[in-house]
T-cell receptor
């Protein structure tokens, strides 16, 4: 069964600093990968996704993630963070061959941006 | 965009009562919806998969008689917490799979916070 590991439970950074949130998944022939963001007391919003094609995917608000098959990783990065980026970030994986479309979530990483 | 709405967003009830939470896909049809439970500062735990017109598929360890799921239409799934107890207090989130979308992307509701006194 698929699993997702987010090693960092919390990442504190200063505003305008770069950040990387790590995500590793268990090996599989093929995967769909997602990053979701959750603001306090809200549901999840899709940040970006990898389905196929280019291994580097970008979001509209400056985040990017790179699918690395050899390292089974999908780390999320942003070159310069804002206070408003403070939130919980979840990495998730699904199996394209699984018709149930279940998403398996990592434990989450809390990004805390300080002024 | 694809919008999923949950209602109520917050509910407080007495122990022993039942609470119903609705999950609606507002601008698309969803043959499959998912219900998650999230404890404070933890990840989402999949409770069950809700399929329109058929019985829900529950994950291991989730009590079917405790958490009743109904998916009567292509835009509505409901979760009923029966005989709620304080340990059922949690944040419940639904997600919907857009019919015909093959990417597997899910659209999430805003969540419903249940507090059982």
């Amino acid at each position: 069964a698929q699993s997702v590991t987010q090693l960092d439970s919390q990442v504190p950074v200063f505003e305008e600093a770069p950040v990387e949130l790590r995500c590793n998944y268990s090996s599989s022939v093929s995967v769909y990968l997602f990053w979701y963001v959750q603001y306090p007391n809200q549901g999840l919003q899709l940040l970006l996704k990898y389905l196929s094609g280019s291994t580097l995917v970008e979001s509209i608000n400056g985040f990017e993630a790179e699918f690395n098959k050899s390292q089974t990783s999908f780390h999320l990065r942003k070159p310069s963070v804002h206070i408003s980026d403070t939130a919980e970030y979840f990495c998730a994986v699904s199996d394209p061959t699984d018709s149930s479309y279940k998403l398996i979530f990592g434990s989450g990483t809390r990004l805390l941006v300080r002024p | 965009g694809a919008v999923v709405s949950q209602h109520p967003s917050r509910v407080i009830c007495k122990s022993g009562t039942s609470v119903k939470i609705e999950c609606r896909s507002l601008d698309f049809q969803a043959t499959t919806m998912f219900w998650y439970r999230q404890f404070p500062k933890q990840s989402l735990m999949l409770m069950a998969t809700s399929n329109e017109g058929s019985k829900a598929t529950y994950e291991q360890g989730v009590e079917k008689d405790k958490f009743l799921i109904n998916h009567a239409s292509l835009t509505l799934s409901t979760l009923t917490v029966t005989s709620a107890h304080p340990e059922d207090s949690s944040f419940y989130i639904c997600s919907a799979l857009k019919t015909g979308l093959v990417s597997g992307e899910l659209f999430f509701g805003e969540g419903s916070r249940l507090t059982v006194l």
